[in-house]
């Protein structure tokens, strides 16, 4: 495993330690790692739902594709047990 080394500064330290003795994180470093791969997570699916708006602006669905939609939803909801 790689070695990466960051300056934090004491207010962001202050709150991971928090964090620790909390029993939320069991490390500094875990809490690094579960930092940086939401963020890695959250660009990967921004860049997804980029790709696919994207696509949907170079073929936009048809009247045909949309037909009936608010129909299939208003019989999904009413699927619900609530």
């Known amino acids: ?3 990466v080394v960051a300056r934090l500064d004491d ?3 202050m709150d991971v330690d928090a964090l620790v ?3 939320v994180v069991p490390s ?3 809490a690094v790692r579960m930092g940086l791969a939401r963020l890695v997570d959250q ?3 921004r860049a997804v739902g980029e790709q696919i708006a994207a696509a949907y602006m170079r073929t ?3 009247a045909d594709e949309l037909a009936g939609l608010g129909e299939a939803t208003r019989a999904l909801v009413g699927e619900e047990p609530w």
Do not use: I, N
Request: glycine share 12%; no cysteine.
């Open 1 to 3: 495993m790689a070695q």
């Open 11 to 13: 207010g962001l330290l």
């Open 21 to 23: 003795a909390a029993g």
């Open 28 to 30: 500094r470093s875990e």
């Open 43 to 45: 660009h990967r699916r």
């Open 60 to 62: 936009p669905q048809t």
